[in-house]
């Protein structure tokens, strides 16, 4: 039997690496939401369109030829956007425009609709609290707002990126007070969500942590 697993969380906490890594261990697939607010950010930049216009965005998301597939490849209009859609500048775009209830309601509808059949892993911000409600395992990985940032720095350092410390963590710091503050689903740990302060532990531990915790409910 498969089940749903919503992972939930600030950013840079970790979750898409764990995500990805417990999808291989499970053979489950891993959803990246933050991918469908971040893709959504692009196209609206990309058309010169407000952020707050959220009528024009879904209508031009709408009309959009866009593809998750599987693998994690992100495809608009039939190109790989996967890189792009990972700067600084979309992150918090992707915060500000996740705050139009228009496009919420579209991508959770598409959330949910991929998620149906189970083996899936969403994570996100509010995947135990609105997009998968029953989810048979619910976890709210955190991290310290400093801890997230040196954890951003080391991978944007593989990447090539430069990053100056102290402007990323006051990214984080900005980007997680938009996300818990907004009105709509804000950026918070699910009732019976399992806290997993990832602050101390390596991602091998964390990836551990929470496989346990699957395997005990399947
Ligand atoms: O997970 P991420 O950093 O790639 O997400 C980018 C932004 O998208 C995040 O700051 C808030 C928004 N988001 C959201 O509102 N709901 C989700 N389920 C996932 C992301």
């Known amino acids: 039997m498969k089940i749903n697993i919503a992972i939930d969380g600030p950013s840079a906490a970790g979750k898409s690496t764990v995500s990805d890594q417990l999808a291989q261990l499970l053979g489950y697939?891993?959803?990246?939401?933050?991918?469908m607010y971040r893709l959504v950010a692009y196209l609206a930049l990309e058309n010169q369109l407000s952020l707050d216009d959220e009528k024009a965005i879904v209508e031009l998301l709408k009309k959009a030829d866009v593809k998750f597939e599987d693998n994690g490849d992100i495809y608009l209009n039939g190109n790989l956007?996967?890189?792009?859609?990972?700067?600084?500048?979309?992150?918090?775009?992707?915060?500000?425009?996740?705050?139009?209830?228009?496009?919420?309601e579209a991508l959770v509808a598409l959330q949910?609709?991929?998620?149906?059949?189970?083996?899936?892993?969403?994570?996100?911000?509010?995947?135990?609290?609105?997009v998968?409600?029953?989810?048979?395992?619910?976890?709210?990985?955190?991290?310290?707002?400093?801890?997230?940032?040196?954890?951003?720095?080391?991978?944007?350092?593989?990447?090539g990126i430069k990053d100056d410390y102290e402007k990323l963590l006051n990214e984080i710091i900005a980007r997680d007070k938009?996300?818990?503050?907004?009105?709509?689903?804000?950026?918070?740990?699910?009732?019976?969500?399992?806290?997993?302060?990832?602050?101390?532990?390596?991602?091998?531990?964390v990836v551990n942590k929470i496989y346990q915790i699957v395997k005990e409910k399947l």
């Open 29 to 35: 697939v891993h959803l990246d939401t933050g991918a």
């Open 81 to 104: 956007v996967n890189e792009v859609i990972r700067t600084n500048e979309i992150s918090m775009a992707a915060s500000t425009v996740s705050k139009n209830p228009l496009v919420r």
């Open 112 to 130: 949910k609709k991929i998620a149906a059949n189970k083996g899936y892993i969403l994570d996100g911000r509010d995947i135990g609290t609105v």
């Open 132 to 159: 998968l409600k029953d989810a048979e395992v619910k976890i709210f990985l955190t991290a310290s707002a400093q801890d997230r940032a040196r954890r951003r720095m080391l991978q944007n350092k593989a990447k």
């Open 178 to 205: 938009q996300d818990m503050d907004r009105a709509i689903s804000p950026l918070k740990k699910a009732d019976d969500a399992i806290l997993v302060d990832s602050s101390n532990l390596s991602q091998e531990e």
